[in-house]
């Protein structure tokens, strides 16, 4: 069935320096990609997207690349800060309702 | 504009009980989704909703029911809770435009023992 693999599932940084998720999808029809950051006690909040048609979106610190060959996406973020640090997920869909996880990355940035 | 509200925050039952989780939007949004959360298997789609009167199964849809009888409003009953139940659950929703994600709630931690 339709899966979205993410890895790593954690992932310690130093502040300032970057961090990268990875994410992998199987769905070939999957056209939208979001990436939702979940801090501790909250809802997943969306900080980025991309759509198939595109191959990097960056939106200040942060970025995420697609390779539809490889059904590949990921995640960037520079200069990170203690803030960044939370729980970040991939998702993939087709346009529709159902979007798919991936299983998370937990971001620790140490001061 | 208070987005995605969802009640309770947290909620504990007793194996057998039943009750409903509540979730209401006002952003006019079409699309509205329940999800649990579970360590190490991210978000799991229960239901979901296209509009007021339309709702479908999602993954993992047993021993949950929902109705959307407006825009608004989007419940989640848990018929006869289980353990299995334990989780966290997420309301959320979006427009039908593809291009905008998903605004989630901030989430009912349910524990049944």
């Known amino acids: 069935g339709e899966n979205v693999e993410q890895h790593p599932s954690t992932l310690s940084v130093q502040e300032g320096d970057s961090a990268v998720i990875k994410c992998t999808y199987s769905d070939s029809a999957s056209n939208y990609f979001p990436w939702y950051k979940q801090e501790l006690g909250k809802g997943p909040q969306l900080i980025i997207d991309i759509r198939s048609n595109v191959g990097e979106k960056k939106d200040q610190r942060i970025a995420v690349t697609l390779n539809k060959t490889a059904k590949h996406f990921s995640l960037h973020i520079t200069e990170t800060q203690p803030e960044d640090s939370a729980v970040y997920f991939c998702?993939?869909?087709?346009?529709?309702?159902?979007?798919?996880f991936g299983t998370g990355t937990r971001l620790k940035v140490l001061a | 504009n208070a987005g995605v509200t969802q009640t309770p925050k947290f909620q504990v039952l007793k194996t057998g009980q039943s009750m409903t989780l509540q979730c209401a939007q006002d952003m006019n949004h079409e699309y509205m989704s329940w999800y649990r959360q579970d360590p190490g298997m991210g978000l799991r789609l229960i239901h979901y909703?296209?509009?007021?009167?339309?709702?479908d199964q999602g993954e993992v849809p047993n021993g949950y029911n929902v109705s959307r009888s407006t825009t608004e409003d989007f419940p989640l009953r848990l018929l006869s809770a289980a353990p299995s139940q334990t989780s966290v659950y997420f309301c959320?929703?979006?427009?039908?435009?593809?291009?905008?994600?998903?605004?989630f709630g901030s989430g009912t931690r349910l524990t049944v023992v």
């Open positions: 909703s296209v509009g007021a009167g339309i709702t």
């Open positions: 959320a929703s979006r427009y039908t435009d593809r291009g905008k994600g998903y605004t």
């Open positions: 998702a993939a869909t087709s346009g529709t309702y159902k979007y798919i």
